[in-house]
């Protein structure tokens, strides 16, 4: 796992060697083993290494045996053995042991069309002198992240947003539209970001730079289902192909663990591991004190079982006092509040191991969301118009009180399908935005609805059943932007890298081409897993319902944490930035405090987007405004 940066001067000027090193610099956290540059007049790529295969030889950036392409790569590519294997029947030959050369060699071979071939996470680009012409690639699921800006005539890319804010023509300019997207989902939707001007490659695409232009491509599409297979052939299959993703995802040179959260996706990520390794693997868990929130219990059963070298970690509410310095790590305002303990159990694991195995991706993948669930059940409202349901209830749900029991019920019937799931997924819905924000903030960005891109995703998807339709809205939406951005973030912070087998190319195909059937089953979710793999697992884990992973939010927020969300609410800035109505602030802390209703939601996002407000706007990047002229 590392970090990567770079820049391409179409107009050919040099790049300092300065600016590389400060850009590789903002990402030591990512590679503390190494660094290194390379610069070819307009071009300069840079490097930060965390060592993990062929540690000796796979120093980057890295030229091709006859140095005619150069490479910055972050990532693993889990077939690297078997690609060099059958390169090396073709003639080639290698310099050294590393899974970066096997792209390089592979790029000689197929051009672009080498990242078909890739099995593994990655981000990377590749320059070829020959042609003056820069790929840079974002494997199919999003795993690892890749910004990038283009003004016309300087094309900037870097793991982290961070890097590209070094350089002079970086646009400095907070995007409105990214920040109402932001309170609306707790994440900015690709391809924005918070830095108008700067953008995320999105998953499964490269993006092509020569001739003073960049063009960007899709390379790998969901798979649509198949039909007439028997669940026993599907489920043979899904041993096999889990197993095997498992057995390549432990390849290292170094030690591998494991995140055991005590869900059924970490418990068997726990399992297969632990068969395929020939002594007891580490296990790394987080809990809280509050008992109904911790799953610690369920992990340290799973444990147990197995023999691993288990290790656990009680997450406190002053653990919060962490939370400027995450804030600003992530480089946008993040408003998932599980980074906290994935965060500090990533700084837990990282003093034993170098790498960890996650159960991350199951949910989309086997349908695990109790979202899944209930838009399913609520599918047959949909037989009714929508506008006689309008007609008929919007009535009774508007004239209910604001959080009534029910009146968030009546807002999903009054739905389209694709809004009513946004409705289940959002932090912030928007009856609440029109009171939260200011009058002219609203106004702003409401040319923008923030319900577009998953109304845009989902008649991509028309034809599949509404489990399926949804699984895809999430591919390319919250897994991407809020999953892999925390678990990125929070393990690259301590220089731990984190694999995850559920996103294996070959089990996310295999997976997506499923009848809904076989992963939700009346009430039953992820039954195909459960039964393939359930003699693997305590009938405990087996039986429980989907847990989030989050913090007692609630319980903290009225409790130790009621001080700072009263500052923050309270502090001029907050109330005069020209976002918040100082009186949707009062109505919202008011409510959080003494209503029945849980808004830590709400309540998170605005204490996440102030802080971050404060050290990126207000203090690293300068003040800039916030509401478009």
Same mark, same amino acid.
């Given at each position: 796992?590392?970090g990567?940066?770079?820049?391409?001067?179409f107009?050919g000027?040099?790049?300092?060697?300065d600016?590389?090193?400060a850009?590789?610099?903002?990402?030591?956290?990512?590679?503390?083993?190494?660094?290194?540059?390379?610069?070819?007049?307009?071009?300069?790529l840079?490097?930060?290494?965390?060592?993990?295969?062929?540690?000796?030889?796979?120093?980057?950036?890295?030229?091709?045996?006859?140095?005619?392409?150069?490479?910055?790569?972050?990532g693993?590519i889990y077939?690297?053995?078997?690609?060099?294997?059958?390169?090396?029947?073709?003639?080639?030959?290698f310099?050294?042991?590393?899974?970066?050369?096997?792209i390089?060699?592979?790029?000689?071979?197929?051009?672009?069309?080498?990242?078909?071939?890739?099995?593994?996470?990655?981000?990377?680009?590749?320059?070829?002198?020959?042609?003056?012409?820069?790929?840079?690639?974002?494997?199919?699921?999003?795993?690892?992240?890749?910004?990038?800006s283009?003004?016309?005539?300087t094309?900037?890319f870097?793991?982290?947003?961070?890097?590209?804010?070094l350089?002079?023509?970086?646009?400095?300019?907070?995007?409105?539209?990214?920040?109402?997207?932001?309170?609306?989902?707790?994440?900015?939707?690709?391809?924005?970001?918070?830095?108008?001007?700067?953008?995320?490659?999105?998953?499964?695409h490269?993006?092509?730079?020569?001739?003073?232009?960049i063009?960007?491509?899709?390379?790998w599409e969901i798979?649509?289902?198949?039909?007439?297979?028997s669940e026993?052939?599907?489920?043979?299959d899904?041993?096999?192909?889990?197993?095997?993703?498992?057995?390549?995802?432990?390849?290292?040179?170094?030690?591998?663990?494991?995140l055991?959260?005590?869900?059924?996706?970490s418990?068997?990520m726990?399992?297969?591991?632990?068969?395929?390794?020939?002594e007891?693997i580490?296990?790394?868990s987080?809990?809280?004190?509050?008992?109904?929130?911790?799953?610690?219990?369920?992990?340290r059963?799973v444990?147990?079982?197995?023999?691993?070298?288990?290790?656990?970690?009680?997450?406190?509410?002053?653990?919060?006092?962490?939370?400027?310095?995450?804030?600003?790590?992530?480089?946008?305002?993040?408003?998932?509040?599980?980074?906290?303990?994935?965060?500090?159990i990533?700084?837990?694991?990282?003093?034993?191991?170098?790498?960890?195995l996650?159960g991350d991706?199951?949910d989309?993948?086997?349908?695990?969301?109790?979202?899944?669930?209930?838009?399913?059940?609520?599918?047959?409202?949909?037989?009714?118009?929508?506008?006689?349901r309008?007609?008929?209830l919007?009535?009774i749900?508007r004239?209910?009180?604001?959080?009534?029991?029910g009146?968030?019920?009546?807002r999903l019937?009054?739905?389209?399908?694709?809004?009513?799931?946004?409705?289940?997924?959002?932090?912030?819905?928007c009856?609440?935005?029109?009171?939260?924000?200011?009058?002219d903030?609203?106004?702003?960005?409401?040319?923008?609805?923030?319900?577009d891109r998953i109304?845009?995703?989902?008649r991509?998807a028309?034809?599949?059943d509404?489990?399926?339709?949804?699984?895809?809205?999430?591919?390319q939406?919250?897994?991407?932007d809020?999953?892999?951005?925390?678990?990125d973030r929070? !393990?690259?912070?301590? =220089?731990l890298? #984190?694999?995850?087998?559920?996103?294996?190319?070959? $089990? %996310? *195909? @295999?997976a997506l081409k499923?009848?809904?059937?076989?992963?939700?089953?009346?009430r039953?979710?992820?039954?195909i897993?459960?039964?393939?793999?359930g003699?693997?697992?305590?009938?405990?884990?087996?039986?429980?319902?989907?847990?989030?992973f989050?913090?007692?939010?609630?319980?903290?927020?009225?409790?130790d944490?009621?001080?700072?969300?009263s500052?923050?609410?309270?502090?001029p800035?907050?109330?005069?930035?020209?976002?918040?109505?100082?009186?949707?602030?009062?109505r919202?802390?008011?409510? !959080?405090q003494?209503? =029945?209703?849980? #808004?830590?939601?709400?309540?998170?996002?605005?204490? $996440? %987007? *102030? @802080?971050?407000?404060?050290q990126?706007?207000d203090?690293?990047?300068?003040?800039?405004?916030?509401?478009?002229?």
């Amino acid at each position: 796992m590392c970090g990567i940066a770079g820049v391409l001067d179409f107009s050919g000027r040099p790049v300092e060697p300065d600016l590389l090193i400060a850009m590789s610099g903002s990402l030591r956290h990512r590679g503390p083993d190494g660094e290194g540059i390379y610069t070819d007049g307009g071009l300069g790529l840079a490097h930060r290494r965390l060592s993990i295969i062929d540690i000796e030889g796979g120093h980057q950036p890295m030229t091709s045996p006859d140095g005619k392409s150069w490479i910055v790569f972050n990532g693993e590519i889990y077939n690297f053995k078997e690609l060099r294997a059958d390169l090396e029947g073709r003639g080639h030959r290698f310099a050294n042991r590393s899974d970066t050369e096997v792209i390089l060699h592979l790029y000689e071979e197929k051009g672009i069309d080498c990242v078909a071939d890739l099995r593994g996470m990655f981000a990377f680009a590749i320059w070829d002198p020959d042609d003056r012409r820069l790929l840079i690639a974002r494997d199919r699921a999003g795993i690892k992240p890749l910004y990038y800006s283009f003004d016309g005539s300087t094309l900037l890319f870097a793991s982290e947003l961070k890097a590209l804010l070094l350089h002079p023509t970086t646009p400095k300019e907070v995007d409105p539209i990214a920040i109402s997207e932001f309170l609306t989902y707790q994440y900015i939707p690709s391809p924005r970001s918070a830095i108008a001007g700067i953008h995320k490659l999105e998953p499964a695409h490269v993006l092509v730079a020569t001739d003073g232009q960049i063009r960007l491509q899709r390379y790998w599409e969901i798979p649509g289902i198949v039909h007439g297979r028997s669940e026993r052939e599907w489920g043979e299959d899904l041993e096999a192909t889990l197993r095997e993703a498992v057995r390549i995802h432990m390849r290292s040179d170094v030690p591998v663990g494991a995140l055991l959260s005590g869900g059924i996706d970490s418990s068997l990520m726990v399992a297969l591991a632990s068969q395929e390794s020939s002594e007891p693997i580490r296990t790394f868990s987080v809990g809280f004190d509050e008992s109904d929130m911790s799953e610690l219990p369920h992990a340290r059963e799973v444990a147990e079982r197995y023999g691993s070298r288990h290790t656990e970690y009680v997450l406190k509410p002053h653990s919060v006092d962490n939370l400027p310095m995450l804030v600003a790590h992530f480089d946008e305002p993040f408003g998932d509040s599980s980074a906290l303990p994935c965060r500090h159990i990533a700084e837990v694991a990282a003093r034993e191991v170098k790498v960890c195995l996650s159960g991350d991706g199951g949910d989309e993948a086997f349908a695990g969301y109790n979202a899944y669930a209930t838009s399913l059940s609520l599918r047959g409202v949909d037989a009714v118009p929508l506008a006689l349901r309008q007609l008929l209830l919007g009535p009774i749900e508007r004239r209910l009180p604001e959080w009534a029991r029910g009146k968030g019920f009546l807002r999903l019937l009054t739905s389209t399908a694709a809004d009513r799931y946004a409705e289940l997924m959002v932090g912030v819905d928007c009856s609440t935005r029109k009171w939260l924000l200011c009058r002219d903030f609203y106004e702003a960005t409401s040319v923008h609805h923030p319900y577009d891109r998953i109304r845009a995703l989902y008649r991509a998807a028309d034809g599949l059943d509404e489990v399926a339709r949804l699984q895809r809205v999430d591919l390319q939406t919250y897994l991407p932007d809020d999953i892999l951005v925390k678990t990125d973030r929070t !393990s690259m912070l301590h =220089s731990l890298e #984190l694999r995850v087998p559920m996103l294996d190319s070959k $089990v %996310l *195909e @295999l997976a997506l081409k499923m009848p809904t059937h076989l992963k939700i089953h009346g009430r039953e979710r992820k039954r195909i897993l459960k039964t393939t793999f359930g003699h693997l697992l305590p009938p405990a884990i087996l039986a429980r319902g989907k847990q989030g992973f989050g913090i007692p939010r609630r319980a903290w927020l009225r409790g130790d944490l009621r001080g700072l969300v009263s500052d923050v609410f309270g502090d001029p800035h907050t109330r005069q930035r020209g976002i918040f109505s100082p009186a949707g602030l009062d109505r919202l802390l008011v409510s !959080s405090q003494r209503g =029945s209703r849980d #808004l830590g939601n709400e309540v998170w996002s605005v204490l $996440v %987007l *102030e @802080l971050w407000l404060r050290q990126i706007v207000d203090g690293k990047v300068g003040t800039t405004a916030l509401i478009p002229s």
